[in-house]
């Protein structure tokens, strides 16, 4: 059984790599937890090359046909180890960083991709500067973030230096990020880039901003139905053709996030791996496309054949990420009481995980509108404890 690196560590990837008979060698940082009977590699900073690659050649890995990243933090040393090793996919650490980076994200992008002002800062930027440049409020962000972690909108003083105080060192000149807010609605692209061309893609909608969910809302999303939307598909598919050209994109499952205004599209930012929450499974339970397969074969230096997905989809899918309301009480029965599932999974008494996740649902319905109602209904019913 061949080896493969994985940068990070989730179940349903991991499945994943062992349905295709590889064995999964993990490089992580607390907390995250592999199960005992999967090989690990624990190190202290997961976005440290120099210290991954020291793991690694320490480990004398055997047989090692290829690398690949979980999540964002992982993309920068996921190219490192390519290139350091000899082994399939992107190896080009530079490009990486265009996928990492915010502003240098941004920056790259052409005139006729819409997006938001964007600018490196440091805790010794005035407020004022800041506002007479983007605006008010703006957002304060990690350059190289993800998930929404230490992302605030700022709205006064007092916030700026709220959310200065909560980076570990402010005074980097290339650790913080100012842009300019754009209040809008937040869709996302899900696709596959190879050989320079879009080779498939899907549209879905977060029914709230991540940046919310971080702050205790329940995030859900789901796919969104090509018929109803033609025009707004067609704007992802430009925006996302233009953004991954530009930016010179390896072959890669990627992630795009963009604002819907009302002059089209403003680009929020594009990761180049898999994308997180449930995004895989509902895609492949409307589409039939497996993203993780597409991602395992894109590190083994696998040419991905694009899919073939031909009509409407017999039902859209989506997800919510189940939180334990304030003073708990809800238990899984609840829910199951008031809607049908697909799926669900509920333990609240697990300590929770990303966007306060303590479980899991997945719903269809064959209509796109029904399915973002049940959804909004599962998320508030949630969110109020039952109520």
């Known amino acids: 059984m061949s080896s493969i690196i994985v940068i990070g560590y989730r179940d349903d990837l991991d499945q994943a790599l062992r349905h ?13 937890r592999p199960p005992e009977n999967r090989r690990r590699l624990r190190v202290t900073d997961i976005e440290n090359a120099q210290e991954l690659l020291r793991a690694v050649l320490a480990a004398n890995l055997q047989d ?4 690949l990243t979980v999540h964002e933090m992982g993309v920068f040393g996921a190219a490192f180890l390519r290139g350091q090793l000899g082994l399939p996919g992107n190896a080009d650490a530079t490009s990486a960083l265009s996928f990492r980076d ?28 800041l506002v007479g440049e983007l605006g008010t409020p703006f957002v304060l962000k990690p350059a190289t973030g993800a998930g929404s972690l230490r992302t605030s909108v700022v709205r006064s003083p007092e916030d700026y230096a ?21 209040d809008a609605s937040e869709v996302y692209v899900d696709g596959i880039w190879q050989d320079g061309t879009l080779q498939w893609s899907s549209l879905s909608r977060n029914h709230i901003a991540p940046l919310r969910a971080v702050q205790g809302g329940v995030l859900a999303a ?4 090509r018929s109803r ?25 990627f992630h795009l996030e963009a604002f819907r205004t009302a002059g089209g599209l ?59 309301p304030e003073g708990g009480g809800l238990t899984r029965a609840d829910f199951e009481r008031n809607f049908t599932f697909d799926e669900i999974v509920y333990t609240p008494d697990v300590p929770a995980g990303p966007y306060g ?23 508030r019913f949630n969110e109020s404890g039952g109520a």
């Not at 789901?222 to 139905?225: G, I």
Request: proline content about 7%; some cysteine.
């Open 64 to 67: 090692t046909a290829g690398v």
């Open 162 to 182: 709220r959310a200065v105080s909560a980076f570990p060192d402010p005074s980097s000149d290339v650790g913080m990020v100012a842009e300019s807010f754009v």
């Open 20 to 32: 295709r008979g590889l064995d999964p060698h993990y490089i992580v940082q607390a907390p995250a």
């Open 222 to 225: 789901h796919v969104l139905d």
């Open 266 to 324: 403003t680009f929020g930012e594009c990761a180049i791996r898999l994308p997180g929450a449930l995004s895989p499974q509902v895609n492949k339970l409307t589409y039939g496309v497996d993203l993780f397969d597409a991602e395992i074969s894109l590190a083994l230096g696998e040419e991905v054949v694009r899919p073939r997905v031909a009509g409407t989809p017999e039902r859209f899918h989506g997800y919510v990420l189940l939180r334990r």
């Open 102 to 129: 915010k502003y240098l994200q941004k920056s790259r992008l052409p005139p006729e991709v819409k997006r938001a002002r964007c600018r490196y800062t440091t805790e010794g930027t005035p407020y004022e500067d």
């Open 229 to 253: 939307h033609a025009e707004l598909f067609q704007q992802a598919e430009t925006v996302a053709t233009q953004a991954l050209t530009a930016l010179d994109a390896p072959d890669c499952v």
């Open 357 to 379: 996740k303590v479980g899991h649902a997945i719903v269809s319905d064959p209509d796109e509108l029904k399915l973002e109602k049940t959804l909004e209904d599962i998320a």
